[in-house]
């Protein structure tokens, strides 16, 4: 069972500490992704699960066992780099089958797991060419096959599609995506961009500042993000973040929240540990929130609109942000910039963060608890 735990793992170089303390397990056949801003950490933690760095502290497994003192080969991993890190000189077929060559395999067994290498990756016509002669997605191929070949447990990716253009990115995501359904195999994957994240993953693993911020399947960090920071960072365009506080609260039913822009808005969440007038942050995605025009003393101004043939954004200033409010409307889009609009939205739809960034639990419908006690006392 090729699965990976992290245990307390902390990392410091020098006097900076670059990731505090992470738990973590990757179960065995999962598509994981770390992702987060530049600096959070998500590279230094796959070099880490690789063996290229060594932890300050902790302990890690892979597959049951204990590998923090083992070297990068003796661990099973295979690890794809943003470079695609060819040797110029050699053939595909060289490339894939150089590791299998340094582990002193035979002629025989390398050229049977070349060649299924390159089958799976749609490399065979192409064995006998140079890096030279290949596309960049081509030679992300290649290096991916390299790092197959040799049967890996686990299969790491750093940033791999970072040096393509916009139209590779996407092929290669769709072909790794197809590699990991063929080959059921364990992969950790880093990245900065969260559509990458969001298309590939099976878990997202969110990170900031070395921390986990969140862990959950793209649906979940995306309808219920954990925090201000999970809410800002997934999703395109990013969730609108506007400022509100606390009118009333209904502790353990609701609360009223007076919310920039858009009034007095109830909703089912749990403020109790907070006090009326507490400061507080409202989440909007951009196709949750409704646009009507309103007069010429009222409502927001609509700054901008942007028509992208299938859907139009609406930007919208909202005062006391410095970000513009974003609103994706359907086209034909009758909003014009110059017009001031009023905003409206489900209840259900808003996502509320106190004043440290911690999203409020919702509220469980009355009755719920009982049912669950009588159904659990069966």
């Known amino acids: 069972m090729a699965c990976v735990e992290l245990k307390n793992i902390n990392k410091t170089f020098g006097n ?60 099973g991993v295979g690890m794809v780099f943003q470079s695609y890190a060819l040797y110029p000189h050699m053939s595909v077929y060289e490339n894939i089958a150089f590791g299998l060559k340094l582990d002193k395999a035979n002629k025989g067994r390398v050229r049977e797991w070349v060649e299924k290498t390159a089958e799976v990756l749609q490399l065979t016509s192409l064995l006998q060419r140079k890096p030279r ?14 790092a197959m070949a040799r049967e890996p447990q686990i299969m790491l990716f750093d940033e791999p599609l970072s040096n393509l253009d916009a139209s590779l990115r996407v092929q290669m995501r769709t072909e790794i995506a197809k590699l990991h ?24 693993v969110v990170l900031n500042g070395g921390h986990i911020e969140q862990v959950g399947t793209p649906y979940e960090l ?116 110059g017009q001031r609009v009023a905003l409206d939205a489900d209840p259900e739809r808003l996502h509320v963060f106190d004043a440290d960034g911690h999203s409020l639990p919702r509220v469980q419908p009355q009755g719920e608890d009982d049912s669950v006690q009588q159904a659990a006392s069966n």
């Not at 590279?43 to 502290?57: C, N, Q, V």
Request: a negative charge; proline letters at 6%.
């Open 222 to 337: 995306y309808e219920t993000p954990a925090s201000l920071f999970v809410a800002g960072f997934i999703g395109s365009p990013k969730m609108n973040l506007i400022p509100a506080s606390i009118k009333s609260t209904n502790p353990g039913r609701s609360v009223d929240v007076d919310v920039c822009g858009m009034g007095t808005v109830t909703v089912e969440r749990d403020a109790s540990h907070m006090a009326d007038g507490a400061a507080m942050t409202v989440g909007l995605r951009p196709e949750h929130i409704r646009l009507s025009v309103s007069g010429p003393d009222s409502g927001l101004e609509v700054v901008n609109v942007e028509y992208l043939g299938n859907e139009a954004y609406v930007y919208l200033e909202m005062p006391g942000m410095d970000d513009l409010v974003v609103v994706r409307e359907s086209v034909p889009c009758q909003i014009r910039a």
């Open 16 to 75: 900076i500490e670059i990731i505090p303390s992470v738990n973590l397990r990757v179960e065995d056949g999962e598509f994981v992704v770390f992702v987060g801003p530049s600096g959070c950490g998500k590279s230094t933690l796959l070099r880490l699960i690789a063996g290229l760095e060594d932890p300050t502290a902790g302990d890690i497994e892979i597959a049951g066992k204990v590998v923090t003192d083992l070297s990068p080969k003796e661990r």
């Open 181 to 204: 359904d063929r080959l059921q195999s364990t992969m950790i994957y880093v990245t900065h961009d969260q559509v990458e994240a969001m298309t590939l993953a099976d878990k997202i």
């Open 133 to 146: 002669e290949l596309s960049g997605g081509q030679r992300q191929r290649v290096a991916i096959g390299r």
